[in-house]
């Protein structure tokens, strides 16, 4: 059973040495303290900052501006390592700083602008989000209600975001405002936190990611140098689909890699615990649904690795993709939940690792494109 992981054909002797300097990280400088972070409600900014010199943040920017120029695959080796945490809120915290708010700037950056942001950026000392999801508007981007003005040589935005992962925390924003009639007519903007008029409404409380800070977002009457537009005019909708593909690999890759760690734990915890003349590995109902959650959790692996190879060959996998969200995301749930069906009474004890991972894993059939709306994109492309 899986317990470790494991190679894929597209590995490299580099992506090896990642997921090792990722493991040392994690068993040092994470799970000592996360238990912590998760009463405190957030990760320390330090910890972000040590990632950042370990040269873990920006993977694959470009070498310039302190970054790694790997690819999708590296990304995805990245994202999967630092899923073998049990401590979610963690996860996410770095993953929407690496593979879902900066790409913005990566993608569609004039070289000024990544000049002044991305050097910090890759070195943990300027902490990103993305401000898209609204009170009424989360998986359907283009009903979003946030807008933005030209005057001058400004920009006014006037809106509120919701469910912002680093809201609090973070020191840009990356901004989706409607900035004319269409539906799609929307464009992406940078906001430094401390601009006049932008404040966080309110810390939001969840029932998993503890660790993650997560923001309702207020803009009134925001004025930023027209300079702050990130890419094309009326093209933000098409930027947030395309880094919609990187997002959704990193959330397939955090699903796996809680698939991965619930049913190592309850391998564990099956071979020794006695009940009815033996342990409960001996009774063959569990041994047997362990083994097909098992084989299910590889498939989904092998499947998202393809789909990270299809991204660095240039194709176009939005129904692919799509596909690996809706799977992972529901693959997540089962067996979390399956595993904490194995503990008994002890995968509903607070702070035990699988009845945190059982909550934590509920928002990725939710977050980065709910299933159903995952298994439309996929329908409409057949």
């Given at each position: 059973?899986?317990?470790?992981?494991?190679?894929?054909?597209?590995?490299?002797?580099?992506?090896?040495?990642?997921?090792?300097?990722?493991?040392?990280?994690?068993?040092?400088?994470?799970?000592?303290?996360?238990?912590?972070?998760?009463?405190?409600?957030?990760?320390?900014?330090?910890?972000?900052?040590?990632?950042?010199?370990a040269g873990l943040l920006g993977l694959m920017y470009e070498g310039q501006y302190g970054g790694g120029e790997g690819d999708a695959l590296s990304n995805l080796v990245f994202a999967e390592a630092l899923s073998q945490s049990t401590f979610a809120g963690f996860i996410i915290t770095v993953l929407v700083h690496t593979d879902m708010a900066s790409p913005h700037l990566h993608h569609a950056g004039t070289p000024e602008q990544k000049a002044k942001y991305m050097p910090r950026i890759t070195a943990g000392e300027c902490i990103s989000a993305v401000g898209i999801s609204e009170p009424?508007?989360?998986?359907?981007?283009?009903?979003?209600?946030?807008?933005?003005?030209?005057?001058?040589?400004?920009?006014?935005?006037?809106?509120?975001?919701?469910?912002?992962?680093?809201?609090?925390?973070?020191?840009?924003?990356?901004?989706?405002?409607?900035?004319?009639?269409?539906?799609?007519?929307?464009?992406?903007?940078?906001?430094?936190?401390?601009?006049?008029?932008?404040?966080?409404?309110?810390?939001?409380?969840?029932?998993?990611?503890?660790?993650?800070?997560?923001?309702?977002?207020?803009?009134?009457?925001?004025?930023?140098?027209?300079?702050?537009?990130?890419?094309?005019?009326?093209?933000?909708?098409?930027?947030?689909?395309?880094?919609?593909?990187?997002?959704?690999?990193?959330?397939?890759?955090?699903?796996?890699?809680?698939?991965?760690?619930?049913?190592?734990?309850?391998?564990?915890?099956?071979?020794?615990?006695?009940?009815?003349?033996?342990?409960?590995?001996?009774?063959?109902?569990?041994?047997?649904?362990?083994?097909?959650?098992?084989?299910?959790?590889?498939?989904?692996?092998?499947?998202?690795?393809?789909?990270?190879?299809?991204?660095?060959?240039?194709?176009?996998?939005?129904?692919?993709?799509?596909?690996?969200?809706?799977?992972?995301?529901?693959?997540?749930?089962?067996?979390?939940?399956?595993?904490?069906?194995?503990?008994?009474?002890?995968?509903?004890?607070?702070?035990?690792?699988?009845?945190?991972?059982?909550?934590?894993?509920?928002?990725?059939?939710?977050?980065?494109?709910?299933?159903?709306?995952?298994?439309?994109?996929?329908?409409?492309?057949?």
């Open positions: 059973m899986t317990t470790t992981l494991t190679t894929t054909i597209y590995d490299t002797p580099e992506h090896a040495l990642l997921r090792e300097q990722v493991a040392r990280f994690i068993a040092k400088e994470v799970e000592p303290h996360a238990q912590a972070w998760e009463e405190q409600g957030m990760v320390p900014r330090e910890v972000l900052q040590r990632m950042g010199r009424g508007a989360g998986s359907d981007v283009a009903g979003i209600r946030t807008s933005a003005r030209r005057e001058g040589n400004e920009w006014v935005i006037n809106g509120t975001k919701m469910f912002i992962t680093n809201g609090v925390h973070a020191d840009v924003y990356f901004v989706a405002a409607k900035t004319g009639p269409g539906k799609r007519d929307m464009s992406i903007f940078i906001v430094d936190k401390g601009t006049p008029g932008f404040t966080v409404g309110r810390a939001l409380k969840k029932t998993g990611w503890l660790s993650s800070d997560t923001a309702e977002l207020i803009f009134e009457n925001v004025r930023i140098p027209a300079s702050h537009l990130l890419g094309e005019e009326h093209k933000g909708f098409y930027s947030v689909m395309k880094n919609f593909q990187t997002e959704r690999i990193a959330l397939g890759a955090m699903a796996v890699g809680h698939c991965q760690q619930a049913l190592k734990l309850t391998l564990e915890y099956v071979r020794q615990r006695q009940a009815f003349g033996g342990t409960l590995w001996d009774q063959q109902t569990i041994r047997q649904r362990l083994s097909m959650l098992d084989a299910k959790t590889r498939a989904a692996r092998q499947f998202m690795y393809h789909c990270a190879w299809s991204v660095t060959q240039g194709h176009d996998i939005v129904q692919e993709v799509s596909m690996l969200k809706a799977l992972t995301g529901e693959l997540v749930n089962e067996v979390v939940q399956t595993c904490q069906q194995f503990h008994g009474g002890m995968g509903y004890i607070r702070e035990t690792a699988v009845e945190r991972l059982w909550r934590d894993a509920r928002v990725l059939a939710i977050g980065g494109g709910a299933t159903e709306v995952m298994l439309e994109e996929v329908a409409k492309r057949y």
